[in-house]
């Protein structure tokens, strides 16, 4: 007869908590590479059209229609959250945007109910 084999759970919790804590940390790290925040931050920075945008002032979607006027501020993507996604937007140059193609000079990125954070675009053409 063989020996029953017991789970002892004294030893096997804190093996558990550590691969935990590693995959979160782990997501966490992958998150902030990609995106350039740690998850649930506003970026500093984002990437659209093959290009880098860096954070400017909050706006209302008054102050960002009116500096943007004529061209019509659309989605053109979104910033993932954890568990969430928020709405990019942008002003771009008529039709889809292929590369070497013109960028918009500004994107926008929601932060809540009629906020958003401007993001001009860095460098050069």
Same mark, same amino acid.
């Given at each position: 007869m063989t020996a029953r084999t017991r789970l002892n759970l004294p030893n096997v919790v804190p093996a558990?908590? &550590?691969?935990?804590?590693?995959?979160? @940390?782990?997501l966490a790290a992958w998150y902030r590479a990609t995106y350039h925040a740690w998850p649930g931050m506003m970026p500093m920075v984002v990437h659209w059209c093959g290009r880098d945008y860096e954070s400017g002032e909050t706006q209302t979607w008054a102050q960002i229609t009116r500096a943007e006027a004529p061209r019509k501020v659309r989605v053109v #993507?979104?910033? *993932?959250?954890?568990?969430? @996604?928020?709405?990019?937007? &942008? &002003? *771009?140059? &008529? #039709? *889809?945007?292929?590369?070497g193609e013109p960028c918009a000079m500004g994107v926008y990125g929601q932060? /809540? *109910? /009629? +906020?958003? +954070?401007?993001?001009?675009?860095? #460098?050069g053409p």
């Open positions: 558990g908590v &550590a691969l935990l804590l590693i995959a979160v @940390g782990s #993507g979104s910033y *993932p959250l954890p568990f969430a @996604g928020r709405p990019l937007l &942008a &002003a *771009p140059v &008529a #039709g *889809p945007v292929k590369p932060t /809540g *109910p /009629g +906020q958003y +954070q401007g993001y001009s675009l860095e #460098g």
